[in-house]
């Protein structure tokens, strides 16, 4: 018999979860294997070269390049403070000296007797790693980073902006396709992680973004009020490193979309647990979905190598329809044709046949559903 695959989106309530937390280039990592460690501890840091700035010291000096040797009190890779003498003329019998001094913090990357140039480096930045979830230091990447693991309640997201947050889960829907107002949002959701239901508005947004919520999970989010909150169209590109001091993560997609039944009944679970999420979000090669990671208590003894084989469609399986119409809605697998059945473009196709979470029975190819694992 055929077996069918499909794209899997997770949502489940125990599973055992691994995280790679890698530095941009090689620097130190801060724990062994075997650590025990929180989502705010610092496990990998390093420096990241700064910018570099042209510096023309013959010019200054008002000599030629092939003389800067001769004035010249650095040397390359020196530490520079703002202010420090780089090069002192003579002048004559001790007067009209010229004096060029530091015009910045850093150090002394390159100094050239042809050009009469120097190239300085502005400070290096440093970039710390924190393990991002709850955990034990799995394995260590030496000189790069560590793989955190442990196991976590698990949600994969549709779409997501900013960066990674961590709070405590805080639920103000009560169902999943209500729609939260501003004044439900308060001060007991500063450092939250708050679920708002099946749509997040701009003024929800703004409100939450001044009362210092750290994450949002929502239904879905309206494409003007994005565009809106970023003061651009989002595009293609990359989510995730949005500078808008707050995360927010759609379970469903866009518009007004009810949380599926599943997350929001694994959310409510959740209540009150510390929580860690992403926005960032890929749709094209290399797919990155956001995450929301529920850290569990756990013995060692259960952290065993999850089975990573592809979601298998089977009757009974349930499904998310990823294409219009019925898009973003719930569904169980009921048939699974073998034979190959034309569309409206007229191409053949793979189908299968579903139940919808609102009863109606439909024919959809199967490409245009994604396995929702539990």
């Known amino acids: 018999m055929a077996q069918a695959y499909s794209p899997g989106m997770k949502v489940t309530e125990n599973m055992i979860l691994k995280k790679e937390r890698i530095l941009p280039l090689k620097g130190t990592v801060l724990v062994k294997k ?22 023309n010291l013959a010019n200054k000096l008002g000599v030629t390049p092939n003389l800067v040797d001769q004035y010249i009190k650095i040397k390359e890779g020196d530490i520079l403070k703002k202010g420090q003498v780089l090069a002192e003329s003579k002048g004559f019998f001790g007067l009209f000296k010229s004096v060029v001094k530091s015009p910045l913090e850093g150090e002394v990357e390159n100094i050239s007797t042809i050009t009469g140039q120097l190239l300085l480096r502005e400070p ?3 970039v710390q790693i924190t393990a991002f979830m709850d955990g034990i ?6 000189n790069e980073g560590v793989i955190i693991e442990n196991k976590s309640a698990y949600v994969q997201g549709i779409f997501g902006i900013g960066g990674e947050t961590i709070g405590k889960l805080k639920m103000l829907a009560k169902q999943p396709d209500e729609i939260i107002g501003p004044d439900k949002i308060d001060d007991s959701c500063k450092d939250k992680i708050i679920v708002v239901g099946s749509l997040v508005t701009y003024a929800v947004i703004k409100k939450a973004q001044s009362v210092g919520v750290n994450g949002i999970i929502t239904g879905g989010i309206d494409d003007s009020d994005l565009k809106k909150l970023l003061g651009y169209n989002i595009g293609v590109a990359i989510t995730g490193h949005e500078d808008i001091g707050i995360t927010i993560v759609t379970t469903e997609g866009f518009g007004e979309i009810k949380i599926a039944d599943k997350t929001f009944q694994l959310l409510q679970k959740f209540d009150g647990y510390k929580t860690s999420i992403h926005g960032k979000t890929q749709i094209r090669a290399g797919v990155m979905r956001p995450e929301i990671i529920i850290p569990l208590e756990f013995t060692e003894k259960e952290l065993i190598e999850p089975d990573n084989t592809m979601s298998e469609l089977e009757i009974g399986t349930t499904i998310r329809v990823i294409r219009q119409p019925n898009f973003g ?3 169980t697998v009921t048939a699974l044709p073998e034979e190959l059945t034309a569309v409206e473009s007229e191409t053949l196709v793979r189908i299968l046949e579903a139940e919808l979470e609102n009863g109606e029975k439909v024919t959809i190819p199967r490409a245009n559903v994604e396995v929702i694992e539990g």
């Open 34 to 55: 075997g650590d025990k460690v929180k989502a705010e501890d610092l496990v990998a840091e390093t420096l990241l070269p700064g910018k570099v700035i042209p510096f």
């Open 124 to 126: 290096r930045i440093p």
């Open 137 to 142: 230091v799995a394995k260590v990447i030496e």
């Open 329 to 331: 809605i719930i569904g």
